[in-house]
């Protein structure tokens, strides 16, 4: 079992930064991507960012890229999401996930039901 704990999530006005943190235990992920979604009320589960297991290789939805980045310290076992000039349309509650598909290829990133472990989530909430 995999257990996924996310922290960072706050209360920031827009233009502001935060950085969320993703704490794994109970397998080693260094072989797997790990990605960021997001969810608004009344939203679908939205994709954010992943990271492939090397951390090689970055992808991003194109509402955050340039404003966002994704890293992790697989010695660590964490991912890390940093978020700069954050808008009021970030506002979500926001979880990582791992993706332990068996197609790993790039165009399978971007959709939830090709991940298979998630945390809890949190929240993000950016004032105008």
């Known amino acids: 079992q995999v257990q996924l704990v996310e922290s960072g999530g706050g209360l920031v006005q827009a233009g502001g930064s935060l950085r969320l943190s993703c704490a794994a235990s109970g397998r080693t992920l260094s072989s797997y991507p790990m990605g960021w979604f997001r969810q608004a009320p009344g939203k679908e589960r939205e994709f954010v960012a992943t990271i492939t297991g090397s951390g090689g290789n970055r992808y991003y939805a194109d509402s955050v890229k340039g404003r966002f980045t994704i890293s992790r310290d697989n010695a660590k076992n964490t991912v890390y999401l940093q978020m700069n000039s954050l808008k009021p349309d970030d506002t979500a509650v926001y979880y990582c996930?791992?993706?332990?598909?068996?197609?790993?290829?790039?165009?399978?990133?971007?959709?939830?039901?090709?991940?298979?472990?998630w945390g809890q989530g949190t929240q993000v909430t950016v004032s105008s």
């Open positions: 996930a791992v993706f332990v598909g068996h197609i790993n290829e790039p165009s399978h990133y971007y959709t939830p039901w090709e991940y298979d472990y």
